[in-house]
DNA sequence: CGGATAGTTGAGTTATCTCAAATGCAGTGG
DNA sequence: CCACTGCATTTGAGATAACTCAACTATCCG
């Protein structure tokens, strides 16, 4: 449930544990070469601060070690779209170990430790292991999906749906690596970053949320969230 | 501009040319196993029709020679969300080639002729060859930035926008093939079509389509589009 | 303690939706 | 060749989810 570096839990079902990134995680060591050891120091970056610019020719994939991290786009009149949020074990996108993301900033949410790996060295290692490029595979099926998902929440579904999807979706990916206990779990989120991950304004999502509590279906408070009652909110989530 | 089988015209940008999928389409032999040619004899199916259903585990990835499809996913009450339009030497998803698309609809919007690789010989002829690999990862790079545009769109722009946007890129797509001509494309889709791709309604879509005519922007009839203001569009556009 | 950022709340606006009826158009069968 | 049926589109009127603006309050951090 911290912040702290030392802390992240490795789990079968996460990107960095399934290329056998988890060096500096304390975990296995890396697959990568060892001449690359020195290039791919875990680095940390203070919250709100930027991580990849979307200007930014980046020759790095980043993989996020702990903390919250988020990826998104800003529009010249300055509309924004989050794209997706970041937790620990995950990789910025599968396909940035081939291309770098233009026009998308990766920023801190909250404090962040985090893995640059050379993108060529990176790339060179998966592809050249059979094991790594199948898990490569599913990982880009899996994003794929959420893709797709993301898609159909912001296009056809109410205020509601989507946060309580957010929130859902979030519980599940923490859950992973044990950080969510007795229905709690961090969540620095500020409610402008939902409004822009939910295609929302933040003064709606302030509504939503409220309503949320009075109806006694999560309870929010000192950057926590708890689901009070998950089958409801589930019924709320997938309709 | 026809949806004949043999007038599909490859181009250096499409996926079916760029991994070499393009035999049978009067093309360069397919880079697939010599055992593998009699499962991929081109497809044909009607309008409306469904291609790959969303419950199918299907064993193979679709490539499109003529003809438009879509991918879209059906929520239990009816709303509906489009992901994708399928053109001429379209591949259904990169992904698809490691796992198939559960959830998702493929189906064909006018007669469509395709091809079907089974996904297993596919993927280890794609991964066993240094180039294709490498025109794999720029091809899901693509359509990673097309899914998050997707996203943008239907979470921050406009109805007007959504719908300039999505005519300047089927008409970019086109255009690499030589089926725009004089600024005028096919365009077979019905307009609910258009309002479950842009996640709007069929009733909105007449709206902004006849402004759109009323300015001057466009014009559509017998299932043809005319950009006469490209200009025009495109500010709309990229607002 | 003070300033900045975040969240709440109310009131009024608007883009888009819903419903419904009217029209047009294409294919079918007699 | 026409009447019929079923879809697609248009148009109007009214409803609503979500937005905007603005003021107020709470919270955090130095």
């Known amino acids: 449930m911290s912040n702290e570096p ?3 839990t490795a789990c079968g079902a996460c ?19 060892a001449t690359s050891s020195a290039r791919t120091l875990v680095q940390s970056i203070t919250a709100r601060r930027v991580i990849c610019g979307p200007r930014e020719w980046s020759e790095f994939v980043h993989v996020i070690c702990s903390g919250w991290a988020m990826v998104s786009t800003a529009m ?3 509309r924004r779209q989050t794209l997706a949020f970041l937790l620990p074990g995950e990789i910025d996108s599968t396909a940035s170990l081939f291309q770098p993301r233009f026009g998308r900033t990766i920023e801190a949410i909250t404090e962040v430790f985090y893995r640059r ?6 790339r060179d290692t998966v592809l050249s292991s059979p094991d790594l490029l199948r898990t490569l595979g599913e990982l880009w099926s899996a994003e794929r999906a959420q893709a797709d998902d993301l898609a159909i929440d912001l296009g056809r579904r109410t205020a509601d749906e989507r ?13 992973l690596h044990g950080m969510v206990q ?9 409610q402008r970053q939902i409004a822009d991950a ?3 304004t933040a003064v709606h999502v302030s509504r939503v949320l409220n309503e949320f509590q009075r109806n006694a279906l999560i ?6 969230l708890t689901i009070l009652d998950y089958d409801q909110l589930r019924r709320l989530a997938e309709a």
Do not use: V, W, Y
């Open 6 to 8: 030392g802390t992240f």
């Open 15 to 33: 990107a960095a544990k399934r290329l056998n990134l988890c060096a500096g995680m304390r975990h296995k060591p890396s697959a990568l070469p």
């Open 76 to 78: 010249a009149d300055g």
């Open 117 to 122: 790996f050379r993108r060529e060295e990176m």
């Open 163 to 175: 946060i309580a999807r957010l929130i859902l979706d979030l519980g599940k990916r923490l859950a």
């Open 182 to 190: 007795e229905q709690t779990m961090d969540f620095p989120l500020r």
């Open 198 to 200: 939910t295609g929302l």
């Open 219 to 224: 309870r929010i408070g000192g950057r926590k």
